[in-house]
């Protein structure tokens, strides 16, 4: 699946191992995982069916899903497929529900 990073600050987080964004080590480590996981899927299906992933569609975002890093701190985003049909993760941000 394709990789598109809404936030700079997300594919920096990503590509540049050096980089924390402010954020702990084990939440880094854990969005590392799970884009990696994200970027080998093939489709949604293939997210979902793990279930320590723990995909939830939001209420009240339109499409937006999260994906659990901790008990703590969720990765949103949505899917969508290109113009040449090609599945689409859209990362939006990392976001803290408690």
């Not at 939830?56 to 937006?64: A, F, I, S």
């Amino acid at each position: 699946m394709d990789l598109v990073f809404k936030a700079s600050d997300l594919k920096k987080l990503f590509e540049n191992p050096n980089y924390d964004g402010g954020y702990a080590p084990g939440i880094v480590k854990a969005f590392r995982k799970r884009v990696n996981f994200i970027q080998s899927a093939l489709d949604q299906r293939d997210i979902r069916a793990i279930r320590g992933n723990r995909l939830e569609k939001l209420k009240g975002r339109g499409d937006e899903h999260s994906i659990r890093l901790n008990d703590q701190w969720r990765l949103i985003l949505t899917f969508e497929t290109a113009k040449d049909g090609a599945k689409q993760a859209v990362l939006h941000g990392i976001e803290d529900y408690h």
